[in-house]
């Protein structure tokens, strides 16, 4: 059950933050049910008015940009609170799941305490995060536990035994079943039963069976502090979920997330010089440019794996697979199932990291449901 919630509370611990933009409402944008293809039928079915179901709570840590805790707000798990150390993560956020309380914090200074009370109450259905992957990623340092970053994913399973929510769920790279030959996969499950005893529940999905247009890989573990009936969700339900399946393609082409973008907030084509642009329009879709390692998006297949597309590597945006340019953070968005009215905050950098860090929102809304069933019993 819900409690009182601190809406529009935000902590802003860096004194380097920008004060917030003021609240607006958030505009439900309308895609052509003529001209539209199954994928943007379905993404356009997911609106902000899903967001007032408050069925469950639920605490978002590690939260980014936030695909994980706007998949699982659309299955019915209101965000009373939504954490991350980075302040314009949590702005995305706040920006547009208005109601949930933004907490700019290190999660290695969070206490049981802290989360409740900006959450108003200590009874919490679900607490969900996907703590930092990169010293698991096969494209990061493979330090794995040892690491500091690693570390953070030990805190979040105390947070867990000290806050007590009904379920967790945990998500994170697949990388994380094979550094150091498994030993750490098999140390940080130990420790999860160990620290929490809830019963476990593990699963590795690919969005791409949830007809996103994207290969992304995720290891995915669920915990009940009661013994539950929960199964990991196989298939896509909900809006156009059927329509979507039965177009007899085994995996929804990228082409259909890159339809109808003109117009769309955080849609600014990057332009690049002469070389660039004839490099890129000469390498085939599906292949790789030699000089920077970017890949061209083959639109009749579902994507790669959208990156976070930063300075300090783990890749860039792939590359259009009809224009000589890299994606636009809003088709990267598409091809991660964030809807379009969803807003990224910060710098054009940071909006591509906060994207290619999300958990796809469409496969979150899956492992939501799925959760929400084992809660109602
Ligand atoms: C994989 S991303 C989470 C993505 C998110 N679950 C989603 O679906 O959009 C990991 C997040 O952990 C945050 N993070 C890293 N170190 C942190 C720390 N010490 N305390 C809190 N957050 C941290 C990063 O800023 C990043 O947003």
Redesign the pocket.
Known sequence: MLGRTQAGYVQQRLLDLEPLPARRAVPHIEVSEQQSNPFLRRLSAFTPGLLESAEFSHI??????????LGLAFAGFRCLVA????PQ?VETVVHNMPHAAGLV????ALTAGALSSAAGTTEIDLVA?????QAFSILGRRGALDDP?GR?ALKYFELIADLRPRAFLF?NVPGLLTTNGGADWRRLQGFAKDTTGYDLHVGKLNSVTFGIPQVRERVIVVGFREPCCFRMPMIATGPYAKELMQEGHLASPSIWALQQVEGLPNHNIRLHGDRVTARYHAIAPGMRDKTDHTDRIDPNRPSGTVLVGSSAGGGRPHIHPIEPRVITVREAARLQSFPDWYVFRGTGTNQYR?IG???PPLL?YELGSRIAAALRG
């Open positions: 978002g840590l590690f939260c980014g940009g936030g695909g994980l805790d954490s991350d150390i980075v993560f914090e290190d999660a290695m995060a996907g703590p930092p992957c970053r953070l998500e906060q860090n999300a958990v979150a």
